[in-house]
């Protein structure tokens, strides 16, 4: 979860709590009334931390699946890019080697 992100959800929480207790304080209503303001207020804000806690697994989820794209894809690369440099490797060392021979059927003459 990134820092601004639960930074706007301690923020969004934290002004929630105030806008309660607020109201407690302040309500002219009847306490039955009062307790179902609360009471709608706290699934208000139930139901707005489920969706910040829904959208932020979505965004996770997203650069999840991007990462491990990505990587699959470098992996894939550093595959086919080793495989290709260990094939030159191979031609190299098989032009020496015939090159070797050559020399050394020379000396054996």
């Avoid at 829904?54 to 491990?68: I, R």
Wanted: charged share 35%; net charge neutral; proline share 1%.
């Amino acid at each position: 979860m990134s820092s601004k992100t639960s930074s706007s959800l301690i923020a969004l929480l934290a002004g929630a709590a105030i806008g309660v207790g607020l109201g407690i304080l302040f309500a002219p209503d009847k306490g039955s009334k009062t307790r179902e303001k609360i009471k709608g207020n706290l699934d208000n804000l139930k139901e707005e931390a489920k969706n910040k806690w829904e959208s932020l697994e979505d965004e996770t989820k997203e650069k999840y699946s991007k990462t491990k794209d990505d990587l699959k894809e470098t992996v894939e690369n550093l595959l086919s890019n080793t495989s290709y440099k260990a094939e030159e490797a191979i031609s190299f060392l098989e032009e020496k080697l015939a090159e070797l021979k050559t020399q050394n059927a020379k000396l054996q003459k």
